[in-house]
């Protein structure tokens, strides 16, 4: 962590009259980062000089988001904006931007001013400024650089609580602004301070103020799309008591004054508060992401949040409360999309009719909601596949460049890319579709790979084809070639392979919604060898399956689990690509005993053990190796394959021969390990099919003799001594029916 550096401030006489205004006001923010809305008249106010509002203090995510983005190499682009870098002695070196205040936002800030000059100080009968002053050292994280910084501040605190959670207790506390050269405790601001109420590891404290702090740049990425009203979630730190014993930490947040809502939680809690916003907000993050992960835990006062929780995806970082996949299917049982959601462009989550039913009553609920939309709400676009892999970075430089949404491309080859809003006649539209057309096949799958480098786009035409291609996102009429910097024309032949290749990979662009339908055709876009596995949104539909098995949404003890949400949602996981899916449903249509939804049964129909082979064709393409072993013995003998299916030994060898290979795991993460089934056993049984010969494949007793001959050194290795005879006599008889051939 870097230390603070004791200096003398070198700050501009603006900025100082600007300071000395701030101070003049009790208990107000200087860096409150929201304007009031309406247009409530405005008292007149002798004390307000007018003059001093011709200069405002812009407002910022983080006292270091635009630092890169200022500096000497941009001095002159930043005048060209009216944005002046202003240093200060903290270690961060925060930067404010002042910029003309037009006169309706000096008629908002002269409201607000007049408004706080009339509040009084909530604290003021606790007497905190009586207590003993400690210098403490305040800890920061800044989301965007992923770094800390450590500086020391002046605080005073109750040693009593004034009220707790499930969790933490709070403390009153006054901290004096370093921006203050006097000790002036009339003029500190208030904050809470909250420690666990159970002793638990000093890292969980920098974990929840990383966490908020992340929640908050989702918080603008909201922001940016114009919903009805924007949200901000507060900023959080991290005080050390350096001369108490044992050097104890605090979580220190601003005292937020109002009435306390939790909108919901991060296991499915849904208040019956009737706003629209909070859980349209949870519902963005996650499509926004491209299902990587899912901002919830929603509370505050209004639209000022505190204390959010990160559902991730793989389930890591960000404390306990990270549930994974598995809060996510929490928040998705309980969330019914609202008007907000429907401005954005979200989709709804596939439920079960009784689900839905469930939901109605927050559906009737939110249509009393007073939000007002806005025709300025843009549609939510989740990321490309290189700004999924790493969406701090994308964040980052979104928070940046204060652009909307595609206003930015992020380059593979580092973190420039800033751009202003894109229209389809812009360069920058055009610069987006030739990076779109020169992509990184770092992503692609060794087949689009080899496609793409090949330029035969001719493998993905019938996709783009069958699917419905006014969803896509696709470029004008007049493209840019990848070879020359010249436009051409789209109704040339030499441009048309181009276009269909750039429309094949803008299509794979397009947003991860939360319904299945689209998560289909998605997937349907790959190559056979990827349409299974890494489905985030399957395995949500999965875990919702386990959830109704275990009963977690009866209402009643008595009341009996809803199992056919449960096969609805397995059904949904499967559609999806998910294995464990896969292998259940062809395990329950062929009445085999399951893993799970062990108590479900499917209806006797004739084409039962069809959909059973096709659950059990994909599973095995997928890589399960009990998959492959059932369908090699299935077409070895011709037992349980169906109406539409027959014996056939060629399509035998192939599985027989794929699963001795199989030594990797699958896509569930699973491996066999070969104790019902050994290599030895699967050898032999296709030299059997390869000496016989028929159905479908020609005989070859000397490749038999050769199996028959690895099976036996593997009999021998596994302590098989009298199989392993067995089997080199078998290879001895396949040798000599092999035919010599005429002299």
């Keep these: 962590m870097e230390k603070a550096k004791d200096t003398e401030p070198q700050v501009s006489q603006k900025l100082k009259d600007i300071c000395q205004f701030w101070n003049t006001l009790p208990n107000t923010q200087p860096h409150m980062e929201s304007s009031p809305s309406g247009e409530a008249p405005v008292e007149e106010d002798e004390d307000i000089d007018d003059s001093s509002m011709d200069l405002i203090l812009l407002p910022l995510t983080d006292?270091?988001?635009k630092s890169e983005m200022i500096g000497k190499d941009n001095e002159d682009s930043a005048a060209s904006i009216g944005v002046n870098k202003i240093e200060s002695t903290q270690t961060a070196k925060p930067r404010f931007f002042l910029g003309k205040c037009t006169s309706q936002q000096?008629?908002?800030?002269?409201?607000a001013i007049n408004k706080a000059k009339k509040m009084e100080d909530p604290w003021s009968d606790f007497s905190v400024n009586g207590l003993e002053t400690e210098v403490v050292k305040r800890h920061r994280y800044s989301a965007l650089r992923k770094k800390w910084t450590t500086d020391e501040v002046k605080v005073k605190m109750e040693d009593n609580v004034f009220n707790q959670g499930a969790m933490r207790?709070?403390?009153?506390?006054?901290?004096?602004?370093?921006?203050?050269?006097h000790d002036n405790w009339q003029r500190a601001h208030n904050y809470v301070a909250k420690s666990y109420i159970h002793p638990v590891e000093r890292g969980v404290y920098f974990q929840d103020v990383k966490l908020q702090n992340d929640a908050k740049l989702w918080g603008e990425e909201y922001n940016r799309h114009c919903p009805p009203k924007k949200i901000d979630i507060m900023q959080m730190c991290v005080l050390e008591f350096v001369d108490r014993k044992g050097s104890p930490l605090?979580?220190?947040?601003h005292f937020i004054e109002g009435e306390y809502v939790k909108y919901n939680s991060n296991s499915g809690f849904v208040s019956e508060a009737v706003r629209c916003t909070p859980q349209a907000f949870s519902h963005f993050t996650f499509e926004r992401s491209g299902h990587q992960l899912i901002v919830v835990d929603i509370q505050g006062v209004g639209d000022l949040w505190t204390d959010p929780q990160i559902h991730s995806a793989d389930g890591t970082d960000y404390g306990d409360g990270n549930l994974g996949t598995k809060g996510m299917a929490l928040f998705f049982h309980s969330h019914a999309c609202n008007r907000i959601c429907e401005r954005l462009g979200l989709t709804s989550f596939d439920l079960d009719s009784n689900e839905q039913r469930d939901q109605r009553k927050f559906v009737e609920m939110q249509k009393h909601s007073a939000t007002c939309l806005r025709d300025t709400t843009e549609i939510?676009?989740?990321?490309?596949?290189f700004e999924a892999s790493n969406l701090?970075?994308?964040?980052?430089?979104?928070?940046?460049?204060?652009?909307?949404?595609g206003s930015m491309t992020m380059s593979p080859g580092g973190d420039e890319g800033l751009g202003s809003p894109m229209s389809q006649d812009s360069d920058c539209f055009f610069l987006r579709q030739r990076c779109v057309s020169e992509p990184s096949t770092e992503y692609m799958s060794p087949a689009s790979r080899q496609r793409f480098q090949s330029g035969d786009s001719d493998g993905s035409r019938h996709r783009l084809q069958s699917g419905d291609s006014d969803s896509y996102y696709l470029p004008t009429s007049r493209s840019r070639t990848v070879s020359g910097d010249s436009d051409?024309?789209?109704?040339?032949?030499?441009?048309?392979?181009?276009?269909?290749?750039?429309?094949?990979?803008?299509a794979m662009m397009k947003s991860r919604p939360a319904c299945v339908e689209h998560e289909v055709e998605l997937r349907e876009m790959r190559d056979s060898e990827t349409k299974t596995g890494g489905s985030i949104l399957g395995q949500i539909h999965l875990d919702l399956a386990k959830y109704h098995e275990l009963g977690r949404f009866k209402v009643a003890e008595q009341d009996e689990c809803d199992m056919g949400a449960a096969v609805l949602h397995l059904k949904q996981a499967a559609r999806c690509g998910v294995l464990e899916a896969i292998l259940t449903l062809a395990k329950m249509y062929f009445g085999l005993p399951t893993d799970i939804l062990v108590n479900v049964r499917v209806e006797d129909g004739p084409d039962n053990v069809d959909q059973g082979v096709d659950f059990m064709l994909q599973a095995a393409e997928a890589g399960d190796r009990s998959a492959m072993i059932y369908m090699a013995k299935a077409f070895q003998s011709g037992n349980g394959l169906?109406?539409?299916?027959?014996?056939?030994?060629?399509?035998?060898?192939?599985?027989?021969?794929?699963?001795i290979k199989t030594e990797d795991p699958d896509e569930n993460g699973d491996f066999d390990a070969t104790m019902d089934h050994p290599v030895y056993q699967l050898q032999a049984a296709q030299a059997e099919v390869w000496r016989s010969g028929g159905y479908g494949l020609e005989k070859d007793q000397s490749y038999a003799g050769e199996l028959y001959t690895s099976a036996a050194e593997a009999a021998m290795s596994a302590m098989k001594g009298r199989l392993a005879n067995k089997y080199y006599a078998l290879a001895e008889e396949c040798w000599a029916e092999v035919e010599e051939p005429e002299e």
């Design 250 to 253: 605090f979580h220190l947040e």
């Design 380 to 385: 939510c676009m989740s990321p490309t596949a």
């Design 106 to 111: 000096k008629l908002q800030w002269t409201a």
């Design 169 to 181: 207790e709070c403390f009153r506390l006054k901290k004096l602004s370093n921006f203050y050269h």
């Design 488 to 506: 051409t024309d789209s109704g040339s032949g030499t441009s048309t392979r181009e276009e269909e290749r750039i429309q094949y990979l803008m």
């Design 642 to 659: 169906g109406r539409i299916r027959s014996t056939d030994w060629k399509e035998a060898a192939y599985w027989y021969d794929l699963a």
């Design 63 to 65: 006292e270091n988001c």
């Design 392 to 405: 701090h970075r994308f964040l980052r430089q979104r928070t940046c460049s204060g652009g909307s949404m």
